[in-house]
């Protein structure tokens, strides 16, 4: 497992942008993928976007697709998540994620289940 401390939440107008930022405790290249997951309240913990280290092939949910973009730096052992033309729907609890563990299988990087390290959210507020 690695520790996962994300930043750069904030409340922000209907069209804007945001990028936040989770900064690893390991090199992110030891976990294997990096993810975005949401939660808005009452609801379940949603996937944004993963970004999987080896060949950087990237994942999004179709709600975020072609507006939110996730990049990974090694030598900060830092990920972000680019957030353009925001929504009053994009509000929530946004959760970095890695997966660090190898699985005898394919994982489904859109499941909450195949991470082992989460950190402890940012709050993003869109208002319309």
């Known amino acids: 497992q690695v520790q996962l401390v994300e930043s750069g939440g904030g409340l922000v107008q209907a069209g804007g942008s945001l990028r936040l930022s989770c900064a690893a405790s390991?090199?992110?290249?030891?976990?294997?993928?990096m993810g975005w997951f949401r939660q808005a309240p009452g609801k379940e913990r949603d996937f944004v976007a993963a970004?999987?280290?080896?060949?950087?092939?990237?994942y999004y949910a179709d709600s975020v697709k072609g507006r939110f973009t996730i990049s990974g730096d090694n030598a900060k052992n830092t990920v972000y998540l680019q957030m353009n033309s925001l929504k009053p729907e994009d509000t929530a609890v946004y959760y970095c994620?890695?997966?660090?563990?190898?699985?005898?299988?394919?994982?489904?990087?859109?499941?909450?289940?195949?991470?082992?390290?989460w950190g402890q959210g940012t709050q993003v507020t869109v208002s319309s």
């Open positions: 970004m999987r280290w080896r060949g950087g092939v990237t």
């Open positions: 390991a090199p992110t290249f030891t976990s294997h993928v």
């Open positions: 994620s890695a997966l660090t563990q190898l699985k005898l299988y394919t994982p489904n990087y859109y499941s909450v289940r195949e991470y082992d390290s």
